[in-house]
């Protein structure tokens, strides 16, 4: 179909007009500057005069908001953008479809989430669909989630907001595939479509996926009173308050819970988890087996691979169709060496071995075939005196036997490493 979008270089509306081409929909994207030159573009801005609908378009999206409003003059303009955009919808007798957010209410505190809300009812009065989606994250750090990972990067601690309030996070991917599940579908007329994780998380909790998933770092977990937060808006003024972030912050204390089962059950969209949503490549499969990687071409080099290495590790077991990782114990990740308890034919000959047996093979083709492995297979070290070598030898063979003796006592744990792992990997 032929689409419109506004707003379509924003956080969503670059992964939604992607999506869409890929898919075969012609995208026309409505932006104040020029979008890839992959899209039709049609010059367009909130504050101007709205852009004539091009001949045979079925579908406008109206993604394009003032995220910057602070004062209900602004909110009329957007308010006068929305109706305008409505009625250039009806003249080309296309549907529409507006992206409003969990924050949409006529008592909400903010102006952001009563501008929405005054939108979405001229929106459902003209038959048209109103998506709200909640928290949204993954992707490019922009937005509101641009804006939590970045403080998350920069600071030690992790503001734990006391009362907690909940989030009802959606990847900006799943989203996408939400409105376009909608576009494509002819039956959702004058109707609320409430999009995001069906139970909700602290909004601790989810700053803490984005430190330990994304940013993969430690961060010190805080108690922070919302009465202090809100003496600190005061103390800042309006203005600064949000430029530092803080009413975006507030816009979350004060979100109301929505109901999204029934809305993902009718577009049929499944939600990645939120650990593999945080991924920047947004699947956390593909994450588990560069991980995999890194411990298995670890253990066989003796050394950090370099990450060409993990990566062509995880092609080459895609290519195969194994997308999932079997090591996911914490100790393995941690002390790679660990996994020479499991390298003897103890463990390797069994059913529950024979996987890991490939993939060491795997590894290893893959290792000696580089110029990190030929130094440690090869031995392209500088030549060594006749003493410097003895002794060499003489290490070599008391780590040798050292690690034969650890194997053996060893061994009666060395199997629940792989039981763990997969026990996880089933769960």
């Known amino acids: 179909m032929k689409l419109l979008i506004t707003g379509a270089t924003g956080y969503i509306g670059q992964r939604l007009s992607a999506l869409a081409a890929a898919g075969g929909h012609e995208v026309v994207c409505a932006t104040r500057q020029p979008c890839p030159a992959t899209y039709a573009w049609l010059p367009y801005?909130?504050?101007?005069?709205?852009?004539?609908?091009?001949?045979?378009?079925?579908?406008?999206?109206?993604?394009?908001?003032?995220?910057?409003?602070?004062?209900d003059a602004g909110a009329d303009d957007e308010i006068k953008a929305a109706q305008a955009l409505i009625r250039c919808a009806q003249q080309a007798s296309a549907r529409f479809i507006f992206i409003s957010s969990q924050t949409a209410e006529a008592t909400a505190p903010g102006v952001y989430g009563r501008t929405k809300w005054r939108i979405e009812q001229h929106v459902l009065a003209a038959g048209g669909s109103v998506i709200r989606p909640g928290q949204v994250y993954g992707g490019p750090e922009r937005g509101l989630f641009g804006l939590l990972s970045g403080l998350v990067r920069r600071s030690p601690f992790i503001p734990i907001l006391m009362p907690a309030p909940g989030v009802q996070p959606i990847h900006v991917d799943d989203l996408a595939a939400s409105i376009l599940a909608v576009v494509e579908r002819n039956d959702i007329h004058a109707e609320i479509l409430n999009l995001g994780a069906v139970q909700p998380i602290a909004f601790g909790h989810f700053l803490m996926s984005i430190a330990t998933h994304r940013v993969r770092a430690t961060r010190l977990p805080v108690p922070l009173p919302v009465a202090l937060l809100r003496l600190l808006r005061v103390s800042l003024g309006q203005s600064l308050s949000a430029k530092l972030g803080l009413e975006r912050i507030f816009s979350l204390i004060h979100l109301p819970p929505m109901d999204s089962e029934h809305s993902l059950q009718k577009l049929g969209i499944p939600l990645r988890p939120l650990a593999h949503g945080m991924h920047r490549s947004g699947h956390g499969q593909r994450r588990g087996l560069l991980q995999e990687a890194a411990v298995l071409l670890h253990y066989l080099l003796k050394r950090p691979p370099q990450r060409s290495l993990v990566s062509r590790y995880a092609r080459a077991l895609e290519r195969a169709g194994k997308t999932r990782s079997i090591i996911h114990s914490r100790l393995l990740m941690r002390w790679p060496i660990l996994l020479a308890l499991l390298d003897n034919p103890g463990v390797l000959h069994q059913p529950d071995g024979q996987e890991l047996a490939?993939?060491?093979?795997?590894?290893?083709?893959?290792?000696?075939?580089?110029?990190?492995?030929?130094?440690?297979?090869?031995?392209?070290?500088?030549?060594?005196?006749?003493?410097?070598?003895?002794?060499?030898?003489?290490?070599?063979?008391?780590?040798?036997?050292?690690?034969?003796?650890?194997?053996?006592?060893?061994?009666?744990?060395?199997?629940?490493?792989?039981?763990?792992?997969?026990?996880?990997?089933?769960?």
Not at 48 to 58: H, R, S
Not at 373 to 381: E, P, Y
Not at 405 to 414: C, D, M, N, Q
């Open 45 to 71: 801005d909130l504050r101007g005069p709205a852009p004539e609908c091009p001949a045979g378009t079925q579908v406008l999206i109206h993604l394009a908001a003032d995220t910057s409003t602070s004062a």
């Open 358 to 427: 490939w993939r060491l093979q795997i590894a290893l083709g893959i290792a000696e075939a580089s110029p990190q492995g030929a130094q440690v297979f090869l031995g392209t070290q500088q030549p060594r005196s006749l003493i410097a070598t003895l002794v060499a030898l003489g290490l070599t063979s008391a780590k040798a036997l050292a690690w034969k003796i650890a194997e053996l006592l060893g061994r009666p744990f060395a199997r629940q490493l792989l039981l763990g792992s997969e026990a996880h990997r089933e769960a």
